[in-house]
Structures are given as C-alpha cells and as structure tokens.
C-alpha cells in the first residue's frame, strides 16, 4: 500500500501545476500514459512480478486521470486523493477484473479505472453537497 500511496501523492503537484483541464493536463496525462506500460512491463519483466510495488506510474495515471476537469484545491485534492487511494485498495468490479490479468496493460488500466471511480464518485459528492 505505501508505494501506490507514494505514487498518488507524486500526481498531486502534478495536477496543481497541470490545472486539472486544458492542454498542459491533457498533454501531462498523455505522456504519463505513454510511459506508463512500457516502463511497468519493464519492470514486470525484470522482477518477475506480475504487478510489482515499484511501480507506481500507474498510480500517477490513475489519479491524473481522476482530476481531470476537478479544479485544484487543497480539499478537492484530499477528497480526490482519498477517494483514489480506497478505489484503487478495494478494486471491485472492472478494476478487479483488470487486476487479475497479466500484463502490463492492465498493471496500469485496473489503476485507469480506480481513477474513473474516484471521479465519478468526487462529482457525485460535490452535487450532493451542492
């Protein structure tokens, strides 16, 4: 758990500087997608792990993914990051199917999907709270 959170952590100034919309997100999270399969399958290849702690690309994909469109803020960053962070613990549904396959596509994509869950969730929270 302490590398993925690490991980989540390295996204938050990431997506201060980035903004959460626009071209410099959009192209920040095209690029750390772009990265991202090769250097797991990298790594998964070097280990031998399936899903190997070091990796933690996919987490910084997860949650840029997840603040895109989310204005910056400290309380929307601690929501979003929370929200990420449990979505990518319980992994449920797609993410878990995700998750149980080899490969380093899905290394990345159950974290994608953890991401859509904590936006989904983030936006369904804000509407609530009005």
């Known amino acids: 758990m302490a590398?993925?959170?690490?991980g989540t952590l390295v996204a938050l100034p990431l997506w201060y500087w980035s903004g959460g919309?626009?071209?410099r997100h959009f192209f920040?999270?095209?690029?750390?997608?772009?990265?991202?399969?090769?250097s797991a399958n990298q790594e998964v290849e070097a280990t031998?792990?399936?899903?190997?702690?070091?990796?933690?690309?996919d987490e910084i994909a997860g949650m840029l993914l997840a603040a895109t469109?989310?204005?910056?803020s400290l309380r929307s960053a601690a929501i979003l990051f929370?929200?990420?962070?449990?979505?990518?613990?319980?992994?449920?549904?797609p993410a878990?199917?995700?998750d149980r396959r080899k490969g380093a596509v899905y290394v990345v994509a159950d974290?994608?999907?953890?991401?859509?869950?904590?936006?989904?969730?983030?936006?369904g929270i804000a509407w609530l709270t009005g």
Do not use: H
């Open 3 to 6: 590398p993925g959170t690490a």
């Open 21 to 23: 919309w626009g071209a």
């Open 28 to 38: 920040l999270l095209a690029a750390v997608l772009l990265v991202s399969v090769p």
């Open 48 to 57: 031998g792990n399936a899903d190997p702690g070091s990796v933690v690309i």
């Open 69 to 72: 469109a989310i204005p910056w």
């Open 82 to 93: 929370l929200l990420f962070r449990l979505f990518d613990i319980l992994k449920f549904g």
């Open 96 to 98: 878990a199917w995700l």
């Open 111 to 123: 974290d994608l999907a953890a991401g859509l869950y904590a936006a989904a969730a983030y936006r």
